[in-house]
């Protein structure tokens, strides 16, 4: 076949760095569920991210959600029930990664000697531009676009002169590394009841239904549609004017309330409209430890408060050490899981 006959890197959901991701916490976000929930045959990941958690729970029904269309393109590359073609994708990434002398773009034109060099840029903008010109021409599917894009975007990652985020790019950095597109290892036989959606998870709870919800909101002001502004712009390829020197787009649209003094009032709306067996929060214990914008936006008292309202609640503590945007001399940091057991909640 032709997959054996091509030279390619293959890469997994979780190469990929992102702030909060819960990839290590995974067994201890499992052991939670197994040992105390019952009969969890559907899950909701309603602020995805990465995927990380959905990837966990693959033998069950998946429904994923994220703000930032960047993460649910990679979340409909990863858990989509859609069929792909493997040989194709390797055919697009092994091709792609041979492309030279490419013309300016707008990658080039925004991007050049920024957080990527010159033609590192011009690479993104010729391949991000043909996988859409390839996609309208009927020559890939929804889901093959989808993997593509995943590939380019934690190709983008692996190579960014940052510090794993797009607030800022590394002035003065050597580009010594080239972008080089991996193969992701999507499943094909996904289960077909699966659904992705981008959305607002507020919104999204009023119309599903799963057995555990799974709920890991921001935590404090930072904004993730600011740190990881210039993925979300390549996965959209609308082509915006950027400004700043970050270079970063409008994107007001995509700002989290969860960042915001209304956080706790959010938090309050989703409980209420979630319909669920249980509902397993991720909320960290920085409280007052970092500086302004890494304080906590609901505090434990408001927590208790709303999900005592739904249904019994447990709490569960693990410490680890997590991936942050800066250096931190913070000790005793520890992940909580908040497990709600609602009250009486069938499904609808």
Known sequence: MLIAEKTYKTSLINNRRYLGNKYKLLPFIKRVVADECKGVESVADIFAGTGAVSSAFRDRVIITNDL?????????????????????????????????DISDNYMTENFADTY?????????????????????????????????????????????????????????????????????????DNNPKNECYNTDANELVKTVYADL?????????????????????VARWEKPE??????????????????????????????????????????NNMAEKGNGRSNAKI??????????????????????????????????NAERLFLCTCFGEDKV
Request: glycine share 4%; with cysteine.
């Open 68 to 100: 930032l269309y960047s993460n649910y393109i990679c979340n409909y590359a990863w858990f989509s029930p859609q069929k792909y073609r493997p040989e194709v994708i390797v055919d697009y990434v092994t091709e792609y990664n041979c492309v030279s």
């Open 116 to 188: 990527f060099s010159r033609d590192d840029c011009a690479k993104i903008g010729y391949i991000r531009e043909d996988i859409e010109k390839n996609f309208r021409a009927g020559d890939i599917n929804e889901r093959e676009r989808a993997i593509l894009i995943t590939s380019l975007l934690y190709a983008m990652d692996k190579i960014a002169k940052t510090c794993g985020h797009y607030d800022a790019y590394r002035k003065g950095a050597e580009f010594d590394m080239s972008l080089e597109l991996y193969v992701p290892l999507a499943e094909s």
């Open 213 to 233: 919800v799974y709920i890991d909101p921001p935590y404090n002001s930072r904004q993730y549609c600011d740190a990881y502004h210039l993925l979300e712009n």
């Open 242 to 283: 950027v400004y700043g020197v970050a270079k970063k787009m409008k994107r007001d649209s995509v700002k989290s309330r969860y960042c915001t003094k209304s956080a706790p009032a959010a938090f309050e709306d989703l409980i209420k409209n979630i319909r669920a067996k249980y509902i397993l929060l991720s909320y």
């Open 299 to 332: 505090s434990d008292g408001d927590i208790m408060r709303i999900l005592s309202s739904k249904g019994s609640v447990k709490v569960f503590s693990e410490s680890y050490k997590a991936f942050s945007t800066g250096k931190s001399n913070i000790s005793d």
